[in-house]
């Protein structure tokens, strides 16, 4: 199956960037989250292993009961910040000098993309758009225990006024020439960086990052708020006390995502009917058993094309969610659990 959903997140880049968009942000979150799901129990040849693996966060949703993270009788402070809707990504050091840049993938092993960032003055000019650290990493920041190795990870994003900006930004790290690269209108915001060893608090961590660094990050609120933002992030602010809260196979659990319940309405496929356009475009169109979505009767959504229907595997019968994109137009976002 990956084979065939990465060609068609490949065809949903490319008609982006042709400026005829063929599936939303969220139908494309989700196929790409399928994607990276895939490759967790397939195949990574050809993929670079994270030095320090990009767990995804578990996701609460207003009115949930949230975790509480408990020192002694007293509750252990918690930091706020955006999550940012981008592309996640490593910039890695090694020895204190910049090594590779890797993208998340499916946080075990990610694309190396180092070629974008090497052989090109354009990413060390003064006049560049993505702020990073480009000297030496002091030595009081490096790994005592892992050679030397310190990873940045963050999200390379696009301004809020760029259609379909998280398509765009994912897109931009595809690209293979690294002059066609820095003409995007990208930036990278950090929010982590390990190992951890140097720190007590993730706030610390954070204005290192900031402040000696000279990284964008999730702290300063004039560059995030140009960026779109997928809810929020709840983090314990001791490091000791996030790593002893552990991990599961996919989510740190001193760290969680809040989010709006927006992820569409329940209602089942009852038929597929192909409609031409005034183009003589041919789509597949999904009838539906009507729902009510914004107060406005819904009863077909597009289908886009045979490959968004074999990428979610759907058919007839299958029970799905569905939203109206941009408040308009009725989409399938993924099937229902």
Not at 48 to 67: A, C, I, N, T
Not at 208 to 217: A, M, R, V
Not at 263 to 280: M, Y
Request: charged share 25%.
């Amino acid at each position: 199956m990956s084979k065939s959903l990465k060609q068609f997140l490949e065809e949903c880049k490319d008609a982006y960037y042709a400026g005829e968009p063929i599936i939303s942000d969220s139908q494309y979150d989700h196929l790409e989250e399928i994607y990276n799901e895939d490759l967790s129990v397939g195949t990574n040849r050809g993929r670079v292993k994270h030095w320090f693996r990009m767990y995804s966060l578990q996701k609460f949703y207003l009115g949930d009961e949230f975790p509480v993270w408990q020192s002694g009788v007293y509750s252990e402070p918690e930091v706020d910040t955006p999550k940012l809707d981008g592309a996640a990504a490593a910039i890695r050091y090694l020895d204190g000098k910049f090594h590779s840049v890797v993208t998340r993938g499916n946080g075990e092993y990610g694309e190396d993309v180092t070629h974008l960032f090497t052989g090109n003055d354009l990413w060390t000019s003064k006049n560049c758009k993505i702020k990073w650290f480009k000297g030496n990493i002091p030595d009081r920041l490096l790994s005592k225990h892992l050679h030397g190795a310190v990873q940045v990870t963050g999200e390379f994003v696009a301004p809020k006024y760029i259609p379909n900006a998280r398509n765009y930004a994912a897109g931009a790290l595809n690209l293979k020439d690294p002059t066609e690269f820095w003409s995007k209108e990208i930036t990278f915001i950090a929010y982590d960086m390990q190992p951890y060893e140097c720190f007590d608090r993730y706030t610390d961590l954070l204005s290192t990052l900031n402040d000696y660094l000279g990284f964008n990050t999730i702290i300063d609120d004039t560059v995030t708020e140009d960026y779109p933002q997928d809810g929020r992030v709840v983090r314990v602010d001791s490091i000791d006390r996030y790593l002893r809260e552990g991990f599961t196979s996919k989510h740190p659990r001193g760290a969680f995502a809040v989010k709006e319940r927006t992820e569409g309405i329940r209602t089942k496929i009852l038929d597929v009917i192909w409609q031409t356009g005034k183009t003589g475009k041919v789509t597949p169109v999904a009838i539906l058993k009507p729902i009510d979505i914004d107060n406005a009767t819904v009863s077909r959504a597009t289908l886009n094309n045979p490959g968004f229907i074999e990428a979610l595997d759907l058919k007839i019968g299958d029970s799905v969610l569905v939203e109206r994109a941009g408040g308009i137009i009725p989409r399938i976002i993924k099937k229902a659990e």
